[in-house]
């Protein structure tokens, strides 16, 4: 339990906005960020509805170094219109990762750090969005061959649709306490499944199951570390410092395969039964 002096010290991830984050992890005096608010990249959709643009369309893309390593952030601004990622947005992500992706194959790596809190796809936008996050996927696939590629989950928004597996893709995944991760938010589940399969007002139920807490548990998450900037920047500092190798998370298929089928997609989710299907089975058939 933290004490409440170092409680009030903490300078919390969570609040700051997309810019913030980025400029908190890299190196003073070496963020450039690319294609900023002054290129006045909107949303071509939005307008057309009658919704309000943005000028760098809820994403943040810098260059820079952390702990003298080149990186490339990608931080999604969850303050707008929910982090939903549409065309615009989702290319200048997936671009930023291609052009990583060149350096590396090049000779000169370029460490990817996603920040992402996104709902998925933006709706306006639907298969604009939906292309670009496929081409996201791609590219950090590809990448991991030769770098690490770092995600953190931070935010109450959390991280849903598209970009969950964007976030499952990812070599070394951070999250807070607060944060959720889930390929459908708790308003789809309801409304596809019913309230009594999943209540989207029950928040204790919602934090049990899809919170970063638990997603640690059961090892959709690499590292859970506190809402806490200098924390996290740390945690960050380390994953790509760590090299291109990829977590069992990633790699062992079988395994994944194998804890799905020891689901009961009859029962009704509940957290402690989750994290007991979701431990990884040892040599000798006992769970670890």
Same mark, same amino acid.
């Given at each position: 339990?933290?004490?409440?002096?170092?409680?009030?010290? @903490? !300078?919390?991830?969570?609040?700051?906005?997309?810019?913030?984050?980025?400029?908190? +992890?890299?190196?003073?005096?070496?963020?450039?960020?690319?294609?900023?608010?002054? !290129?006045?990249?909107?949303?071509?959709?939005?307008?057309?509805?009658?919704?309000?643009?943005?000028?760098?369309? *809820?994403?943040?893309?810098?260059?820079?170094?952390?702990?003298?390593?080149?990186?490339?952030?990608?931080?999604? #601004?969850?303050?707008?219109?929910?982090?939903?990622?549409?065309?615009?947005?989702?290319?200048?992500? /997936?671009?930023?990762?291609?052009?990583? $992706?060149?350096?590396? !194959?090049? =000779?000169?790596?370029?460490?990817?750090? $996603? $920040?992402?809190?996104?709902?998925?796809?933006? +709706?306006?936008?639907?298969?604009? =969005?939906?292309?670009?996050?496929?081409?996201?996927?791609?590219?950090?696939?590809?990448?991991?061959?030769?770098?690490?590629?770092?995600?953190?989950?931070?935010?109450?928004?959390?991280?849903?649709? *598209?970009?969950?597996?964007?976030?499952?893709?990812?070599?070394?995944?951070?999250?807070?306490?607060?944060?959720?991760?889930?390929?459908?938010?708790?308003?789809?589940?309801?409304?596809?499944?019913?309230?009594?399969?999943?209540?989207?007002?029950?928040?204790?139920?919602?934090?049990?199951?899809? =919170?970063? #807490?638990?997603?640690?548990?059961?090892?959709?998450?690499?590292? +859970?570390? /506190?809402?806490?900037?200098?924390?996290?920047?740390?945690?960050?500092?380390?994953?790509?410092?760590?090299?291109? #190798?990829?977590?069992?998370?990633?790699?062992?298929?079988? /395994?994944? $395969?194998?804890?799905?089928?020891?689901?009961? *997609?009859?029962?009704?989710? #509940?957290? !402690?039964?989750? @994290?007991?299907?979701?431990?990884?089975?040892?040599?000798?058939?006992?769970?670890?």
């Amino acid at each position: 339990m933290m004490d409440t002096a170092t409680l009030i010290a @903490r !300078e919390s991830f969570v609040e700051r906005g997309a810019r913030e984050r980025v400029a908190g +992890l890299l190196d003073a005096g070496t963020m450039r960020e690319l294609l900023d608010p002054f !290129e006045r990249l909107r949303s071509p959709w939005l307008a057309e509805q009658d919704i309000v643009t943005q000028a760098d369309d *809820g994403v943040v893309i810098a260059r820079g170094a952390i702990a003298g390593t080149a990186v490339v952030c990608c931080a999604v #601004e969850p303050a707008f219109q929910g982090g939903a990622i549409g065309e615009v947005g989702g290319a200048k992500i /997936a671009g930023a990762l291609e052009l990583a $992706l060149e350096d590396a !194959e090049a =000779g000169r790596p370029v460490v990817p750090v $996603l $920040l992402l809190e996104t709902g998925g796809v933006r +709706l306006q936008e639907a298969n604009c =969005g939906l292309a670009a996050i496929a081409e996201i996927h791609a590219a950090i696939a590809a990448l991991r061959a030769h770098v690490p590629v770092v995600g953190v989950v931070a935010g109450p928004v959390g991280c849903f649709g *598209g970009m969950s597996i964007a976030a499952g893709l990812c070599s070394q995944l951070i999250a807070t306490r607060e944060a959720r991760l889930g390929l459908n938010g708790p308003q789809v589940i309801e409304q596809e499944a019913g309230v009594d399969e999943f209540d989207s007002r029950d928040r204790p139920m919602i934090w049990s199951l899809t =919170g970063g #807490e638990q997603r640690r548990a059961t090892g959709l998450v690499d590292t +859970l570390c /506190a809402d806490d900037a200098q924390a996290i920047a740390a945690e960050v500092a380390a994953a790509v410092a760590a090299g291109p #190798e990829d977590p069992a998370r990633v790699a062992d298929v079988d /395994a994944a $395969l194998a804890r799905l089928a020891r689901i009961d *997609g009859d029962r009704r989710a #509940e957290a !402690e039964w989750v @994290r007991d299907a979701f431990q990884t089975p040892t040599d000798d058939g006992s769970d670890s």
